[in-house]
T-cell receptor, first 113, second 115 residues
Framework: GQQLNQSPQSMFIQEGEDVSMNCTSS?????WLWYKQDPGEGPVLLIA?????ELTSNGRLTAQFGITRKDSFLNISASIPSDVGIYFC?????????????FGKGTHLIIQP | DADVTQTPRNRITKTGKRIMLECSQT?????MYWYRQDPGLGLRLIYY???????NKGEISDGYSVSRQAQAKFSLSLESAIPNQTALYFC??????????????FGPGTRLLVL
């Protein structure tokens, strides 16, 4: 099946720093999604991308759908303590017979005061 | 109230026992999914259903079965639980009304421990 390579696996940053993480795939996706998971909770959708080259923002978060359809990145500007958590990218082939999302293994974001 | 609910939130069971995890949604979505999350492995798809009469195996369906009792309910069963099924289980839903623009919404998860 498809695999997503998400990096970095973990990040230790200072409050106020900008954060960047990305996902790459060997397959072409029609949809890229970015989720955040807090401890003990389910993943919550942050940004959805549906078009190659699309750049979308949600507050301090910005994500882009790569033009090759095989990658996506998520940036967080001016990090704050509540940004701590696990961030997952997810891709979907789309079309008839879509079979759910393929997830990256997550980026653990830790913010040091 | 949460749009996607899962029961129980936590469960401890013994090897060989049959257990059922339940998922309910009030979003009116057609599609429902069951995922499993293990540390370092992300989320992996177990089963999915596009409507009440449609059930499909995902990446790791062995040892699991599902039932789509109604549009709003999708249950996951472990017929004979084994320790390597210890994991965090998530239900998710999505709306076919978006066409190919599928976005999935997750429940809060069920933490299962098999002894």
């Amino acid at each position: 099946g498809q695999q997503l390579n998400q990096s970095p696996q973990s990040m230790f940053i200072q409050e106020g720093e900008d954060v960047s993480m990305n996902c790459t795939s060997s397959s072409i996706f029609n949809t890229w999604l970015w989720y955040k998971q807090d401890p003990g909770e389910g993943p919550v959708l942050l940004i959805a991308l549906y078009k190659a080259g699309e750049l979308t923002s949600n507050g301090r978060l910005t994500a882009q759908f790569g033009i090759t359809r095989k990658d996506s990145f998520l940036n967080i500007s001016a990090s704050i303590p509540s940004d701590v958590g696990i961030y997952f990218c997810a891709g979907q082939l789309g079309g008839g017979g879509a079979d759910g999302l393929t997830f990256g293994k997550g980026t653990h974001l830790i913010i040091q005061p | 109230d949460a749009d996607v609910t899962q029961t129980p939130r936590n469960r401890i069971t013994k090897t060989g026992k049959r257990i059922m995890l339940e998922c309910s949604q009030t979003k009116g979505h057609d599609r429902m999914y069951w995922y499993r999350q293990d540390p370092g492995l992300g989320l992996r798809l177990i089963y999915y259903s596009f409507d009440v009469k449609d059930i499909n195996k995902g990446e790791i369906s062995d040892g699991y079965s599902v039932s789509r009792q109604a549009q709003a309910k999708f249950s996951l069963s472990l017929e004979s639980a084994i320790p390597n099924q210890t994991a965090l289980y998530f239900c998710a839903t999505s709306d076919t009304g978006q066409g190919f623009r599928e976005t999935q919404y997750f429940g809060p998860g069920t933490r299962l421990l098999v002894l």
